[in-house]
């Protein structure tokens, strides 16, 4: 068994999780995150991509909204090639209840957060799609975000200053000792192999699967786990967020990001957390929804449906789903249940996901007897690239790749570029959706927590466009067998990855989705017959 | 406005509909093919898969399969193969012969299935072939070379290789080898590849270079680049060459033997005088007293009405454009015609669920003479027949019957228009 050691030990590959280890780093504080499955696998990147400005929740929950308005100007800042300066508007349509726009500008204002009413005419003539019996609209500092790129940022700089992370490790055991924790057990998803991590404090930050973290030293943390569905539509319908002007509901978040647009949420408790199978009812519910604010949606073409599940913090269990709070709660398990060394960080939302990192790692450093302060707010997570680097990345690959790859690879795009200079193989596309080179994938399989496909595709958005991976994962297969980890199982990679975007594309399996399912069986079935390999 | 009048109206340039023309036109008849686009013959692995597995162990390949679909159509009346048993073997060799005779030759292999290595280093049982992919007795092979060429992106030597060997059929001291080559340039697409391995100084090349890699009795795996005419001339040349067989597996879009197949039947059409008129899509069409009068189509040069005695569906499915989806219900694109759907899900949770997908079968039902038939069996349409993908209650994924399925129909829809007035 490999044996290691660290100070704190945080679990959890999600925004709260790699914030918290970046945190621990700046301070000088040795950490190890480890991660069941691949890093943002779970509620980080199955969500809508909007940072909020806050207006949202100003009129239920200030205190969550002064958050974001915070959080939102300071990642703005700190992470610009994660962040979309997108705007956005809150609109008001025919039968929305009129008192509420007034209670809403009052809770905006008293929370500080900068509204500005827009003149109705002129916004739909720039947002042509939208619904022309629009009655008020007004326009907000929302912004989109990238949850993948922002947690690899997290990671690369973590990693800078020591920081590890060790994924498709799950916590199978927390070790203790006379009332403190000692260390925590991992068991290998992929090769079954167990390791020890000896520690001094543990850090829950499992988002939905906190109740079951907490449940191997037999506590209890009490999470409603709450389903969201969203869906990704193959245009750019609007070029800024789009918010119903009403009570928080179900369909009523419009995102832009590059190319597409994503509509959601909806809103459901399930049992298990890992449950984030989207079903076609919830989709033709958002449809039937999101009409009301884009009447032409029903003929424009989905990409897929994902879903992702929020961990709703409660004390009591008396209230559900959007009425529960966004807001976070920090559960120091040594005040609570006389377990010292174990801190649990739960709720929240993925736009104040840098404030919970801060807080608990205020209670971290406390407990350690470390005095530096936090610079997360302050230290630049990335850097924007250079206007020499983007130069000579349109030069060796073009301008629409290098610009997405810019954006995708921020402080690593100029290695990929250097080496894309030398080599014409790497300059090849091999995601012709989403722009994907080949020098851009072997950059992200030579990395150390690379070990799927899938993984391929988080790090890069390689087979998240309109074909789905139908095209591209063979290919990226083919090229990547000089890396001993992408050899043993072709099937397996191959049928992994197919699996796993299949589950998103048939609650949307009608028109030109199913038409590319069809090319995709074609492919798969007919030309290759993997269906029977062996 | 134009308006023409035919013996017979295809609408459909897929594989069905190609046939359906070929043979009419042979038996004299004024043939019209009308398409919106290329159809997915070129998609295609451009072999015909007839029936792949066995119906009682459906992981074993069937042997026969002409017999297994003799008994399959004995227990399942309602796949397209019941309607065509009587021209099942008969358009076999129609479909070979207007091959052959336009130098694209399709081989069979004494009633049995080929088992013919792809590009993911799967084998996958298909029935007629074309020279360049027949592989005959890989399995007893002392020595497998696969080249692939630097310029192309879609074709991995080493893992066709590393998967082959895991298909356990091999004899344990067959040597394996892979060996990259190239024709000089940057990134080819395999149409570009394709036309350079057509000058003979590039392919003189590319042999001196694989020579070094060969083994005695080797055989030669190439990905399905060689040559863009409608013969073999390219593999026949490189296996001169390097004197010993030379093949081309199946791989993604696009590939070349699909295209050679399309550009073949093509050719023939033109020959026989069948008039082609592509980048038109049909609209619609007058239906009176259970008889199809007129059918609209619109293209760049504005809109048709064409006239017909009789007129053949070979739209195609999902892919192909013949029938379109809407959450819950599916419907025919030109004639409004019924789809017999499911209630309930149209998928398996498993994309590669061993049944495939009940949305495979999706499609037209029709009687024995190809007619489209309503819930109850009462003709819909007296002079229309439905082909190919279109039809429903065929599996073809996972049965590997889609080029049979084409062929057989579309052979019997011409059959019968060419036999009206004799």
């Known amino acids: 068994?490999?044996?290691?050691?660290?100070?704190?030990?945080?679990?959890?590959?999600?925004?709260?999780?790699?914030?918290?280890?970046?945190?621990?780093?700046?301070?000088?504080?040795?950490?190890?995150?480890?991660?069941?499955?691949?890093?943002?696998?779970?509620?980080?990147?199955?969500?809508?991509?909007?940072?909020?400005?806050?207006?949202?929740?100003?009129?239920?929950?200030?205190?969550?909204?002064?958050?974001?308005?915070?959080?939102?100007?300071?990642?703005?800042?700190?992470?610009?090639?994660?962040?979309?300066?997108?705007?956005?508007?809150?609109?008001?349509?025919?039968?929305?209840?009129?008192?509420?726009?007034?209670?809403?500008?009052?809770?905006?204002?008293?929370?500080?957060?900068?509204?500005?009413?827009?003149?109705?005419?002129?916004?739909?003539?720039?947002?042509?799609?939208?619904?022309?019996?629009?009655?008020?609209?007004?326009?907000?500092?929302?912004?989109?975000?990238?949850?993948?790129?922002?947690?690899?940022?997290?990671?690369?700089?973590?990693?800078?200053?020591?920081?590890?992370?060790?994924?498709?490790?799950?916590?199978?055991?927390?070790?203790?000792?006379?009332?403190?924790?000692?260390?925590?057990?991992?068991?290998?998803?992929?090769?079954?192999?167990?390791?020890?991590?000896?520690?001094?404090?543990?850090?829950?930050?499992?988002?939905?699967?906190?109740?079951?973290?907490?449940?191997?030293?037999?506590?209890?943390?009490?999470?409603?786990?709450?389903?969201?569905?969203?869906?990704?539509?193959?245009?750019?319908?609007?070029?800024?967020?789009?918010?119903?002007?009403?009570?928080?509901?179900?369909?009523?978040?419009?995102?832009?990001?590059?190319?597409?647009?994503?509509?959601?949420?909806?809103?459901?408790?399930?049992?298990?957390?890992?449950?984030?199978?989207?079903?076609?009812?919830?989709?033709?519910?958002?449809?039937?929804?999101?009409?009301?604010?884009?009447?032409?949606?029903?003929?424009?073409?989905?990409?897929?449906?994902?879903?992702?599940?929020?961990?709703?913090?409660?004390?009591?269990?008396?209230?559900?789903?959007?009425?529960?709070?966004?807001?976070?709660?920090?559960?120091?398990?040594?005040?609570?249940?006389?377990?010292?060394?174990?801190?649990?960080?739960?709720?929240?939302?993925?736009?104040?996901?840098?404030?919970?990192?801060?807080?608990?790692?205020?209670?971290?450093?406390?407990?350690?007897?470390?005095?530096?302060?936090?610079?997360?707010?302050?230290?630049?997570?990335?850097?924007?690239?250079?206007?020499?680097?983007?130069?000579?990345?349109?030069?060796?690959?073009?301008?629409?790749?290098?610009?997405?790859?810019?954006?995708?690879?921020?402080?690593?795009?100029?290695?990929?570029?250097?080496?894309?200079?030398?080599?014409?193989?790497?300059?090849?596309?091999?995601?012709?959706?989403?722009?994907?080179?080949?020098?851009?994938?072997?950059?992200?399989?030579?990395?150390?927590?690379?070990?799927?496909?899938?993984?391929?595709?988080?790090?890069?958005?390689?087979?998240?466009?309109?074909?789905?991976?139908?095209?591209?994962?063979?290919?990226?297969?083919?090229?990547?067998?000089?890396?001993?980890?992408?050899?043993?199982?072709?099937?397996?990679?191959?049928?992994?990855?197919?699996?796993?975007?299949?589950?998103?594309?048939?609650?949307?399996?009608?028109?030109?989705q199913l038409r590319e399912a069809q090319l995709s069986l074609g492919i798969y079935f007919t030309i290759f017959g993997l269906e029977r390999m062996k | 406005m134009m308006c023409r009048d035919f013996d017979l109206a295809i609408i459909g340039a897929g594989l069905s509909g190609l046939i359906a023309a070929a043979k009419a036109a042979e038996m004299g008849k004024k043939v019209l093919l009308l398409a919106k686009g290329m159809g997915v013959v070129e998609l295609s692995t451009g072999c015909i898969d007839l029936w792949g597995y066995c119906l009682e162990q459906p992981e074993e390949v069937c042997r026969r399969p002409v017999d297994e679909i003799a008994r399959m159509v004995g227990i399942n009346r309602e796949h397209p193969y019941a309607k065509v048993q009587d021209v099942l073997e008969e358009s076999m060799r129609f479909f070979q012969r207007v091959c052959s005779d336009n130098g694209c030759h399709y081989l069979e292999n004494k009633g049995d299935n080929w088992l013919l290595p792809t590009a993911f280093g799967t084998v996958r049982p298909t029935y007629l072939v074309p020279a360049s992919m027949a592989v005959r007795s890989l399995f007893k092979a002392k020595s497998v070379l696969v080249v692939g060429f630097k310029e192309l992106k879609d074709f991995y030597p080493e893992m066709l290789v590393r998967n082959l060997k895991k298909s356990g059929e091999f004899d344990p001291g067959c040597h394996m080898k892979t060996a990259i080559t190239g024709v000089g340039g940057g990134e080819l697409t395999p149409n570009a590849l394709a036309s350079r391995l057509e000058q003979p100084d590039i392919l003189t090349g590319v042999i001196s270079r694989v020579r070094n890699f060969l083994s005695p009795g080797s055989l030669v795996l190439f990905p399905p680049v060689l040559g863009d005419r409608r013969d073999t001339g390219v593999a026949l040349k490189l296996a001169r060459g390097l004197e010993c067989p030379v093949y081309e597996v199946s791989n993604i879009p696009p590939a070349l033997p699909g295209q050679r197949l399309l550009k073949t039947l093509l050719h023939y059409l033109k020959v026989i005088g069948v008039e082609v008129i592509m980048g038109c899509k049909a609209t619609g069409a007058e239906i009176s007293g259970g008889h199809c009068l007129r059918l609209d189509a619109e293209g760049a040069g504005g809109s048709i009405k064409i006239r017909s005695r009789a007129f053949v569906l070979a739209t195609g499915s999902f892919l192909g454009g013949g029938l379109e989806a809407r959450p819950g219900y599916a419907c025919e694109t030109v004639f409004n015609l019924p789809v017999k759907a499911i209630e309930g899900n149209w998928w398996d949770k498993d994309f590669f669920n061993k049944d495939g997908h009940p949305f495979s079968k999706f499609g037209i039902v029709v009687n024995d003479r190809l007619q489209p038939v309503d819930g109850v069996g009462r003709v819909l349409v007296e002079n229309l027949m439905v082909v190919g993908a279109s039809l429903a209650g065929c599996n073809y994924p996972v049965e590997k019957c889609g080029g049979g399925v084409a062929v057989a129909t579309g052979y019997k829809a011409g059959k019968l228009a060419g036999e009206v007035g004799r």
């Not at chain 1, 599940?309 to 269990?317: A, D, F, G, W």
Request: glycine share 10%; hydrophobic share 40%; proline share 4%.
């Open chain 1, 1 to 512: 068994m490999a044996i290691f050691d660290t100070q704190v030990v945080v679990i959890g590959g999600g925004a709260t999780g790699t914030g918290i280890l970046r945190d621990l780093s700046l301070r000088g504080i040795k950490g190890i995150l480890v991660e069941q499955c691949d890093l943002a696998h779970g509620t980080s990147s199955r969500f809508h991509g909007l940072l909020h400005s806050g207006a949202r929740y100003a009129v239920k929950d200030p205190e969550a909204a002064r958050e974001c308005l915070e959080e939102n100007m300071i990642l703005r800042r700190i992470a610009p090639n994660c962040v979309e300066n997108t705007g956005g508007f809150f609109i008001q349509l025919p039968g929305d209840d009129p008192g509420y726009a007034d209670k809403w500008i009052a809770a905006c204002t008293e929370v500080g957060i900068e509204i500005e009413e827009a003149d109705v005419r002129n916004l739909l003539k720039c947002s042509p799609a939208l619904n022309k019996r629009i009655i008020r609209a007004f326009k907000v500092m929302d912004r989109t975000v990238d949850g993948f790129r922002l947690i690899r940022a997290n990671v690369n700089a973590a990693r800078r200053r020591g920081g590890r992370v060790m994924t498709y490790s799950r916590v199978t055991a927390i070790h203790q000792s006379g009332g403190s924790v000692t260390g925590v057990e991992l068991t290998n998803m992929l090769t079954g192999e167990k390791s020890l991590i000896g520690c001094q404090m543990a850090v829950n930050a499992s988002g939905p699967w906190i109740g079951e973290v907490a449940a191997l030293v037999g506590l209890e943390v009490n999470v409603i786990k709450d389903k969201g569905t969203l869906i990704a539509f193959n245009h750019r319908l609007t070029n800024q967020v789009l918010n119903r002007l009403r009570p928080p509901g179900d369909g009523d978040i419009f995102v832009p990001h590059g190319a597409i647009t994503i509509l959601g949420t909806t809103s459901i408790a399930v049992d298990d957390p890992g449950d984030t199978r989207p079903e076609c009812r919830e989709v033709l519910d958002l449809i039937e929804i999101g009409r009301q604010m884009v009447p032409e949606l029903e003929k424009c073409r989905l990409i897929r449906a994902f879903a992702g599940v929020r961990p709703l913090y409660q004390q009591t269990t008396a209230v559900s789903g959007r009425l529960v709070s966004r807001n976070f709660a920090l559960l120091d398990h040594r005040q609570l249940d006389g377990l010292d060394g174990l801190i649990s960080i739960v709720g929240g939302k993925f736009s104040t996901f840098r404030l919970m990192a801060e807080r608990t790692v205020d209670l971290v450093a406390r407990r350690l007897g470390v005095n530096a302060p936090c610079r997360t707010a302050r230290e630049p997570l990335t850097n924007p690239v250079p206007k020499g680097a983007l130069k000579r990345g349109i030069k060796v690959l073009g301008l629409s790749v290098a610009q997405r790859a810019a954006k995708r690879l921020g402080d690593d795009f100029a290695e990929v570029v250097r080496q894309a200079g030398h080599d014409p193989q790497k300059r090849r596309i091999f995601c012709e959706c989403e722009l994907v080179s080949l020098g851009e994938i072997e950059h992200v399989a030579r990395d150390g927590d690379c070990f799927t496909l899938g993984d391929v595709r988080r790090k890069t958005r390689m087979g998240m466009g309109t074909c789905q991976g139908t095209f591209c994962c063979y290919r990226t297969l083919g090229a990547l067998s000089k890396y001993p980890r992408f050899v043993v199982g072709d099937r397996l990679f191959l049928t992994d990855f197919l699996r796993n975007r299949w589950k998103g594309i048939t609650p949307v399996l009608w028109g030109q």
